[in-house]
Every structure is written in C-alpha cells, then in structure tokens.
C-alpha cells in the first residue's frame, strides 16, 4: 500500500460508515442550531458532517474529558474499597483540523513526561486521528505563526486534503494505514496531477493567513522580562475570570482532582477541567495566594503559553486555533498580546529585582512600596529584602513564607 | 455521550449552551457560539452550572415533619397531607390566608400554573416572587413611563451605542454577557460613564466615573437633567412629538438647585457636567442600570428619574438607545411576565378588571378572586395581625434572602402551615411542614424569559434525579387532590393556554421557539416576528410620560451609634442564597466565605485587619465576618454580599420599603464595627 491515496467524495460516506461500524466515530458535526460540535456519529447518514468550520471546544475532551471519575470508592466499617474505571474504547476522530491534532500531540508529551497518565494514555492509544488540512484558514487562525498548520508533515494517522471533488489522503501512523488497508476498495491511487495539485493547494493556503503574528519576539520578550507592567495591569482589568479560554484552549490541560461523595459511604474521586485565571486556581489551603491579583494570574497564564511551554519544550504551547480570540470577556486574546508585546519597546529590567518581583507577586508589597526600597538600597548596599524588612513594609516570615511557596516548599 | 442544548439557569443574560449527559449524568456543558448572546462562551458559573445537579444534598424524596423532625415520606402521604392542610386553612380562615411564592428560577410555565393553582384553586391573589425584591421598581416606573416594565432594547444592541451608562450595576460580575456588549462597543470607540458608590471594575473603563453617596440617585439624576435642560441639550422634537407632562415637569426642575448635587451626593458639578454632555451629546446611548437603582425607598422614583432622562434625550424608541433595566434571575421577567404577581394575570392583565378575569374564568372553569393580592413583603412582615396562615413556597428562599431576617423567620416560624417544594434542603425549608423534591433545570421542559424579553426552552437532557418531579407535575397533582382539575400532557400545552389568555405571549408556540433562538415578546401571533425593542415609533402606553421626583432620603441613615452605611450585593461567582453556587466545587473555590469589604483608613481607624473577623451590628441584628480591605468602598460605607448563610448579610437589612413597589431598602442601612477579640 503506498502512502498516498485518493478518496472519491462520494465514497466518504461509505468509509465512515464502515469505521463507525466497529469503532466509535467522532467527527464535526453541524447542528440544527448551526453550530458545529465534536459528535460521536452512531449512524453516518443521519449527521450533517461540516469540515469548514471549527467546532465549538476542541477534541481534548474526548481525552480529557471536562469530568471523569477516575475510581469510585466505598467504605465499610473502617475498610475502604476502590474500583478502578479505566476507560477502554477504541475510537477514530475524523475531521480534526492540524492545530487540534498537534495539541493532541503536546498532551502525548505532557501526560507521560511525569508520570504516565494511564487514564489519557489508555484513551489516546486506541484512538486513530485523521486530520483534514485547512486549505481555507478561517478569520483568527494563525496556526502558521504557531508552526502547527495548515497541514502537518508528521503525526496524523491519517491526513485529507480537500481536492474538490475529491481527498488527497496521506498515510502517517500505522492505524491510518489499518484503516485504509482493510478497506482500500474505496481509494485509488495518486496520479502525479494530484500530487501537483495537492503541492498548490498546501501552497495557497500557507498564503491565505489573515493573522501573522511573531511568536518569537514575544516569547524573548518574555523570558527576559521585558514585558510593560501596564499591559498586565490592563489586562487583569479586562480579565473577569470566566475560566473560558481555558475551557477552549486545546492545549490547556490543567485540572483539579477531588473526591466527590456519592451517599454516607459511596463516593467517587473525579478530575475537571481547571483553568489558571481563577482565583482558586493559585489559592493555597489557608487561603493565601501567591497569585492574589488578576494581572498576575493573566501573566502566568500567558507565560505558561508561550515562555514556559518554550523553555521546556522548544516551542510555546499555543496551536494558533484562534478559539480564544472570540471568546473573551474582555477582549483578551493571543493574537492581540502577542502583538501588543511585540510592538511595545523592549524595557530590560534588571535581574536584582527577583526576590522584589515574587514579593509583588505574591501581594506582599506595592509597587511604589518596591520602587521605594530600591531607590534606598542604591544608597544603603542591603539586600532589597533586607531593606523590605527595615523599612517595616514586611517581616522576615512574609520573605521566607513568598520564597518557599516560589521554590514550591509547602 | 449526548448533548442537549438549554439555556443557562443562573442569570438572565440567557445563554444557550449544551449539557453533556454521559450515563444519565451531566459532565459537562458547552456554549453555544451561535447563540446571539452566548457567543462562543460562558461565565464561570454558565460554564459549572451542571456542577450541583448530581450533588448528594440533592432533595431526593418528599419530607413531612414528624415531631419537631423532617423524615422520608412518600409522594402520595406528602401531597395528601398538602391538599389537606391547604383546604383546612381555607375552610377555616379563607383563601386570603394562604400565600404563594413563586419562583424566578422556575420555568414560564411553572409560574403560570402556580399562579392559576393560587387564584383558581386556593382562590387567593397572595402570589409574588422574588422580583419583589429586584426589579419591582421597574415594572411600576417604567411601566407609569413608558408602559412596559421591561428592558427596552435587545443586548446586542449595545455594541453599536455610542455612549452607555451603567448605573447601580456591577455589570461585569452580575450580567458578565452583557458587560462583554459594553466591551465590544468600548472597542468601536463608545464612552461608557459609570455612576456607583462602590468603585466598580467597569469604573477602570470609565471615561466619566461619579461616585455617589448611597441613597442619592434622585439627586444626581435631576442635576443631570438639569444641566441638560440649561446647556439646551434636550431633544426638543422627540418632547414635542412622543411625550406628554413635559411644561410641569420642567417648570420644577428649572427650580432645582445644582449645589445640592454636591452637598447630597458627593458629586461635584464639574463632572455630572461632563457626564450630561456625555450622554445627551450623542445619537445613539443607552442607560444600563440594576439593583442600586431599585433597592431603595425611593427605587420606583428613581427608575421615574432614569426614565425621565432618557426621554429628555430622546434616548428611547431608536434602535441602540434605550433604558435596560437588567434583571437578575434566569426568568424573573419571565415569572413577572406570567401574573407571579399580587395584582396582574399573566401579560400583565389587571386582576381587578372584570373583562379580564372572564376571560379567564371561562378557560379556568372557576371564579377569580378580584382584590389585589399580598406582595411577598406584606405575606411575611406582617406578622401581628396574622394575615397568612399557610404558604406554598416554590424555589425560593426568603429565610435567606429577605430583609431583616429574624423577623422573617420568625414570620415563616409563625405559619400553621408551609410546604416548600426546592431541590436542596434550602434554609426556608428547614421552616416547612412538608417538603417536596423538584427536579433541576437540566430534568425539565419549559421555557423561560431572559432579560431582554427573550423567550427560550429549556430542555429535558436526563430523567429527575430521585424522586424528584418537575414542579409542573407537583402543582397539577396537589391541585388534583383539592378538587381542581389541572391535567396537561406537556409543557407545551401549558404554553398554548398561556398564548391563549396572554396577548404578548400570543405567538409563542414550541416549534417557533425550537428554531432560532427563542422569540421576544410582544409576539401577539403566530406570524408575529417577536420584538427585539420595545416603544418603535411610540410608546406603549401612547406618549411617555414626564414625572419630576422629589429626592427623599434613605430610611436609615448613619448616625453616632450605628455611624456606617451598609450596602449589600451580589458576587461573581455566587449565585442568591447560594443553595447551588456554594456547591458547585469550582465556584465555591473562588470565594469559599463571607467577607466585608471595608476601605482600608476606616479599618484602621477601626483597629480591624485584613482577613480578620469582625461584628457588624445594626438596629436588627449582628453577624460576625471576616475582612476584606479594599479602596473599591468609599469611607463609610460598607459592603456585604448576602450568598453565605453562615454570616447572613438579611440578618442587618430593613424591611422598610418603596411605598409604591414594596421594596425593601437592601442598598442602605446603618450599622457599626466592633472588633473581635
Ligand atoms: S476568556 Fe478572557 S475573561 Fe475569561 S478567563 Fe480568559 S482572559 Fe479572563
Ligand atoms: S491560546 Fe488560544 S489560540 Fe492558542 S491554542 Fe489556546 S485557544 Fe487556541
Ligand atoms: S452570563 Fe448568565 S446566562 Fe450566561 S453563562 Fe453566565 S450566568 Fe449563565
């Protein structure tokens, strides 16, 4: 079986089918209200499939779900009873678009770099994933300046280019490969005129972005900390803490894990979707938040996106899906910051303000409380915590408590 | 997996989103991006709303009190004993000693039936909600102003103003959807003027910022009107052509004197002139205002004011413009809208016209009581002459949420009988006889009205959970037992009675609604498109009608002994009484207790720090809270919000009220700070 094949239009249908006939098939599907969902397609004749547009969340939840009991537990008397609910389904997505497929591909890093997550891995392991190639990058999609679009060179199963009247299909992984072998009466091979033609049409759509933006710039900018405290001020303004650009963000993957009582002596332990912008997010038992106010939530939230992600794993985390860019409160979004950070000028702070800024972040000090210190301390010679501690703003417990908490000591 | 797509039960923005039922459990919901106001998104508390339906505190079987204690019992020993206890009362003492509450939370069709189920089977007009304590005000101002008590404009609109003012809202954390609107329209390059004694987060955005003493609202009004009236700013041909009482009422304001502006509110003339010109500057603004408008003795007066204002302006009947009175509950314009109300039907029909209560009578088979009814104040806060006897309380909590609360529990204590029908074993029904377990918003059909008059299904996404039922189901088997007959085969048919006897729902049918997104009432028929803004071309009630109001003082004012004013609200992540915020885990996360918020030089005038409790005392009560600092309070001036049972904000508040609406005073009372030790 060569790699490259072509699929009618008109024998989708009938492929789908048959994956849906032994595998739980999930593809984008168009409502009756109009909107466009990840659906789980029993009978393929009855959906409207709708491989224009992106649908509402992205496909994480399918691996994620946003509530997923992980054991239920029962106890009696003293003893304590435990069952395990692994899932164990075997699925094909169908209609993903590359920026939802690589951030399915950063949760493969993420949820066994650790530990192995047996609960995404059992899921993602018996999922086959077929993309199809954006040849029409829709307004707000700026996967290209993410380098996760508009078609992929590796980690599909499968990948579709739409041809008109027809799919280019790239074979990638073995389970793509199972699929089309078993039933390869449906596809045909490629002829050169396609693979040209497939060339041009990956081609045009590279061209077709209406959002570049630069994510290098902003991720140096970042990491040297040259990022206006009045953009963030701005921003935690504007942020109102709806959790949603967690929520859709094919990349985030923060949760919250909590025992759930079912009746007296049933209970279940359950993992949810968890979004860094809320309070309770950074509040630690006790209640004290290193985190206390929105603008320093809005930082981590953008420094975990792009500088961290960088740093830890060669690139920002952020696919380029533009679903939160339409969705904010306050008109918050990645495109926006990104440019806002590229255009302001670079304003290198220096590196003796470490310990200043975890104290501001943690909300221990003022700005002009730090400021103030600093402006002493250029005469005194002390150590800026120790000219913290002289000048009455902090005590000695406050410094130690923030720089613990920073090192992650509880 | 299978979604269902609802419409969001906490506030009346109206979201439509999806719930994700797995198993017959809910794990989670989706938004709808193309609904018009969801938009792709979610509030927090739209985006954990499935977060309580499964919780175990669930009420799962019906409760009747056995000695002193509420034990298990079975639908048919609890509705008997319900029936019962209901026709003995009204035997004995007549209907008018019973009362009914019903709910803002409940479905349109829940409403109605509990409205029929007061006047027809328990022949009293003693039916109110909770809209009693929000938006009464509106509904009488604005309905003596204009003709119709609601909001006048769709939200949508507001992206396209030009100038918005938000006053007595805190928009972004009570109606998070329509503070997106106003962010949209900031970004088109509109001005936003915020009027709030507390510093609101809107305020940041402010191009104009005034912060009034609490209580004064009748003052900077009529000094803005003023200044529009001096500087020749006034709409003279919208005046002449849709409005009637203009002469009187300028002849007064022309008297009013602008040093009072400052004296009484605290907001120098400078800046309401910079507000008025602002505002009456432009073609397209529109006014958003809440709670800190209504929740005054002199709430319905000062909706006449903002009414007043936006006429003097020609601010009303034009698209983008308009008075948007936002209301809070997921249907509390929709229970308002279906006659949960002493003196009007559904579609805001006049119990005491005859013509009226005929036509109901011959759909209803029975007569109609024709005096006015109690308000739900009046039902509790007057307990020495032994008015009510029996309540019926469907989804409401005043054990919690209403004024001056000892005296309200004390009132509810003082019932010979009360049943309360809720989902959780809320403060009010640890008072009851009898409780009945209702089923949640994701295990019911019915609709509901969103604040902008729109009308949407809730849709059934799993069976009740226990043995709950839907209050639709509860109220025609208890009226069943009393000797009335209510049978109907689904909501919709209850909706086809309603359209039936109520003009404004006339159109309203469930096929209608099932496609596109809900339908905005007045939709008289079945062809009628529905009405996204209200007044086109003129007013309901024919011309608008100019009042001039009088600026009357809070009932309680600071003074030496209780030298504080305290205001009370809502948060962002809670919702009313809590019943179902507090346990949704994410939302309780956010703010887990109670907390006052104090500016930081009286705290530490006060001796009181950060995080630490302290005792707030006024006339009625005490509750003990921890502290929060914040700069976002004046000096003075207090705030609470009343979510958290453990340190009920009610237990301060009066219950002195707008004589002409009946609500109580929520925004001010005075109180003192002492410290614990
Ligand atoms: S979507 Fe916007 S408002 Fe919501 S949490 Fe994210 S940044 Fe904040
Ligand atoms: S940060 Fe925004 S644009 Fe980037 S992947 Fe997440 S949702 Fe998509
Ligand atoms: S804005 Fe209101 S209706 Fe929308 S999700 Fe939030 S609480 Fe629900």
Not at chain 2, 417 to 445: C, G, W
Not at chain 2, 649 to 663: E, F, Q
Request: glycine fraction near 8%; aromatic fraction near 10%; charged fraction near 25%.
């Amino acid at each position: 079986m060569p790699d490259e094949l072509i699929l009618n239009k008109e024998h989708l249908t009938g492929f789908l089918r048959k994956i849906a006939n032994e595998r739980e098939l999930i593809a984008p599907v168009k409502n009756q209200y109009g909107d466009t969902l990840f659906e789980i397609v029993s009978c393929v004749d009855d959906v409207s499939l709708d491989l224009e547009s992106r649908p509402v969340v992205p496909p994480k939840n399918f691996f994620l779900p946003r509530t997923e009991i992980l054991f239920n537990y029962r106890h009696e008397g003293k003893e304590y009873r435990f069952e395990e609910a692994l899932p164990d389904i075997s699925r094909v997505l169908f209609g993903l678009r590359s920026c939802d497929l690589w951030a399915i591909l950063f949760f493969d890093v993420v949820f066994q770099e650790n530990f192995k997550d047996r609960y995404y891995l059992n899921r993602r392991s018996n999922t086959i994933l077929i993309n199809i190639g954006c040849h029409k990058p829709m307004q707000n999609c700026f996967c290209k300046s993410a380098q996760s679009g508009p078609f992929l060179a590796y980690g599909y199963d499968l990948q579709f280019t739409d041809m008109g009247d027809r799919f280019f299909v790239e074979i990638g992984r073995p389970g793509g490969r199972e699929l089309v072998e078993k039933w390869d009466y449906f596809f045909e091979p490629v002829t050169q005129k396609d693979r040209n033609e497939q060339y041009e049409i990956v081609l045009e759509a590279e061209s077709g972005f209406e959002r570049i933006v630069d994510f290098d710039t902003a991720v140096s900018r970042f990491i040297n900390d040259e990022v206006d405290e009045a953009l963030w001020e701005e921003l935690g303004n504007r942020c109102q803490g709806c959790g949603g650009c967690a929520y859709v963000c094919p990349t985030c993957y923060c949760f919250d894990i909590a025992d759930r009582p079912v009746s007296d002596s049933k209970g279940e332990r359950v993992r949810t979707h968890d979004a860094c912008t809320l309070a309770g997010f950074t509040r630690l038992a006790g209640g004290y938040n290193p985190r206390h106010e929105r603008r320093r939530r809005i930082r981590r939230r953008f420094y975990h996106k792009l500088a961290f992600a960088k740093e830890r794993y060669h690139r920002p985390s952020c696919v380029g899906c533009g679903r939160c860019v339409e969705i904010c409160f306050g008109r918050i979004d990645m495109i926006h910051f990104i440019r806002t950070v590229c255009e302001q000028p670079g304003k290198a702070m220096k590196a003796s303000l470490r310990l200043g800024e975890i104290l501001l972040d943690a909300g221990l000090i003022s700005k002009e409380e730090l400021k103030a210190a600093l402006e002493k301390q250029a005469d005194t010679g002390k150590p800026i915590g120790a000219q913290l501690i002289e000048d009455g703003v902090i005590t000695k417990e406050d410094v130690a408590r923030a720089l613990g908490i920073q090192l992650g000591i509880p | 997996m299978h979604r269902v797509l609802t419409t969001c039960c906490f506030c009346a923005c109206g979201c439509n989103l999806y719930l994700e039922v797995e198993a017959g459990k809910i794990i989670g919901v989706i938004p709808s991006r193309e609904h018009p106001v969801a938009r792709g998104n979610l509030c927090l508390k739209g985006w954990n709303s499935f977060g309580f339906v499964h919780h175990k505190d669930r009420l799962q079987y019906p409760l009747i009190r056995r000695k002193k204690h509420l034990v298990e019992a079975n639908w048919e020993e609890a509705l008997d004993l319900v029936a019962k206890r209901l026709l003995e009362i009204k035997e004995r003492h007549g209907g008018r000693s019973l009362g009914v509450f019903s709910s803002a939370k409940c479905t349109n069709e829940e409403n109605y039936l509990l409205m029929k189920f007061a006047r027809a089977a328990l022949k009293t007009n003693n039916v109110d909600h909770c809209a009693r304590l929000c938006h009464s005000p509106s509904v009488i101002g604005l309905n003596n102003a204009f003709g119709s008590g609601a909001m006048t404009n769709s939200i949508s609109e507001l992206a396209n103003a030009e100038v918005i003012l938000v006053t007595g809202s805190n928009t972004t954390e009570q109606h998070p959807q329509i503070a997106r609107f106003i962010f949209d329209a900031l970004a088109k390059g509109a001005k936003l003027i915020v009027v709030d004694p507390r510093r609101i987060p809107l305020s940041r955005f402010a191009h104009v910022y005034l912060q009034p003493r609490l209580g004064t609202d009748v003052i900077w009004l009529n000094g803005m009107m003023k200044i529009i009236l001096d500087e020749g700013l006034l709409d003279e041909t919208f005046i002449k052509m849709r409005t009637e009482n203009f002469r009187a009422f300028t002849e007064i304001l022309r008297k009013f004197d602008l040093k009072q502006v400052e004296a009484v509110s605290g907001i120098s003339v400078e800046d309401l002139e910079r507000a008025a010109r602002m505002y009456a500057g432009v073609k397209r603004a529109a006014i958003i205002y809440s709670m800190g408008i209504t929740q005054h003795v002199s709430g319905t007066d000062n909706v006449q004011s903002i009414a007043n204002l936006a006429m003097l302006t020609g601010h009303v009947e034009r698209e983008f413009t308009g008075v948007g009175p936002l209301r809070g509950q997921n249907n509390v314009q929709g229970a308002c809208d279906m006659g949960a109300l002493p003196g009007t039907l559904s579609g805001y029909q006049d119990i005491a016209s005859e013509e009226i209560r005929k036509k109901f009578e011959r759909v209803w088979k029975t007569d109609l009581p024709s005096d006015r009814g109690l308000t739900g104040i009046d039902m509790l806060h007057s307990v020495g002459d032994k008015k009510i006897q029996g309540m019926f309380i469907m989804g409401e909590n005043p054990a919690l949420s209403h004024p001056d609360l000892k005296a309200t529990r004390a009132a509810l204590e003082d019932l010979e009988f009360l049943v309360v029908s809720d989902i959780f074993l809320t403060e009010t029904a640890e008072f009851a006889d009898v409780v009945l377990p209702a089923a949640s918003f994701a295990e019911k059909d019915g609709t509901v009205t969103s604040t902008e008059r729109r009308i949407q299904r809730i849709r059934r996404a799993i069976p009740p959970v226990g043995e709950s039922k839907p209050d639709q189901q509860i109220i025609c088997e208890l009226a069943s037992r009393m000797n009335y007959s209510m049978h109907y085969e689904s909501s919709a048919e209850v909706m086809e009675e309603i359209a039936m006897l109520t003009p404004i729902y006339g159109g309203v049918y469930y096929d209608r609604l099932d496609k596109g997104w809900g339908l905005f009432w007045p939709c008289t028929n079945p062809d009628h498109p529905g009405t996204p803004f209200l007044h086109k071309g003129s007013f309901a009630r024919g011309k608008g009608r100019f009042e001039y109001v009088v600026y009357r003082p809070p009932a309680e004012m600071p003074d030496d002994t209780y030298p504080f004013y305290l205001t009370t609200g809502r948060i962002y992540p809670h919702w009313h009484t809590g019943s179902m915020s507090r346990r949704i885990a994410a939302l309780s996360r956010e703010r887990p207790e109670a907390f006052v918020e104090i500016n930081p030089k009286d705290a530490k005038r006060l001796g009181v720090a950060n995080n630490k409790p302290v005792r707030v005392i006024s006339r009625r009560g005490e509750i003990t809270v921890k502290v929060r600092l914040t700069d976002d309070v004046p000096e003075n001036t207090i705030f609470i919000p009343f979510h958290f049972r453990e340190a009920p904000a009610n237990i301060l508040t009066h219950d002195k009220c707008d004589p002409g609406a009946d609500i109580p005073e929520f925004k001010v009372c005075a109180v003192r700070l002492e410290r614990v030790q």
